[in-house]
């Protein structure tokens, strides 16, 4: 699985020790696999020597959140003060499709005035159909609506990114929200939530729903499903041309 690192990752050694001599540095664009019998991520990243792996213990650092970015505008019809915080978790999301699949380091603020150049601001959020139509023709990549989450599945698992729809159904949201499908890990979908912030999952269904990983959760494919139902269309598959 791919993502891109949006902020220095310190990382461990193989047998779980600090390498105080090595890190992730924003904009690497990193694979990670899945946890091992230490319960550690390995993570392969680029350096001026060629690639090298190392450990996680927390997949911290790959998830573009939009409670950082207050200061960024992005107003809309009917909201002139609003901002990437209060309502940009599309542009979040469109900046981690990038980032994971063309590995492109794009500034949320770049993307939140892509998103308005294009007409995707809209006062209900960020129209996606639009947006990643835009993403298409700058970024060369393809883009597949759909509501089947078998699709999701496959295209998952051949190296595609996904942004969900999700519509409010308690999990991910309580309202319209875009969370990204970066990949699959032991068989789980694994999920950035641009609003994502501390405590979100701890407790109730999302504790029951969701593993968290440090920033990035996994969820069965259900889940994911179930919390995007009532949503058309359900998923916006990217690959990269």
Request: glycine letters at 14%.
């Amino acid at each position: 699985m791919r993502a891109m690192a949006w902020r220095r990752v310190p990382v461990l050694t193989e047998k779980g020790g600090p390498d105080p001599g090595s890190r992730v540095d924003p904009g690497d664009l990193c694979e990670i696999g899945q946890r091992n019998g230490r319960g550690l991520y390995p993570v392969t990243y680029p350096t001026p020597r060629g690639k090298k792996t190392r450990f996680l213990a927390a997949l911290n650092g790959f998830t573009l959140r939009q409670r950082d970015y207050a200061a960024i505008a992005y107003p809309a019809p009917g909201y002139p003060a609003a901002t990437v915080k209060s309502g940009g978790c599309g542009v979040c999301a469109a900046g981690m499709i990038v980032g994971a699949l063309c590995g492109q380091a794009v500034t949320v603020g770049e993307m939140a005035q892509f998103s308005m150049d294009c007409g995707a601001r809209v006062s209900g959020g960020t129209d996606m159909r639009r947006l990643s139509a835009a993403l298409c023709s700058r970024y060369g990549l393809t883009c597949r609506m759909t509501n089947d989450a078998n699709a999701l599945r496959q295209h998952l698992r051949a190296g595609g990114c996904a942004v969900c729809n999700a519509a409010g159904n308690g999990i991910f949201s309580t309202g319209g929200h875009y969370i990204v499908a970066l990949g699959e890990l032991a068989g789980r979908v694994c999920v950035a939530d641009p609003g994502i912030y501390s405590g979100k999952y701890v407790s109730g269904a999302r504790k029951a729903a969701v593993s968290v990983c440090g920033e990035l959760l996994l969820a069965d494919y259900a889940v994911v499903d179930g919390d995007c139902t009532g949503r058309t269309p359900r998923y916006y598959l990217f690959d990269w041309k």
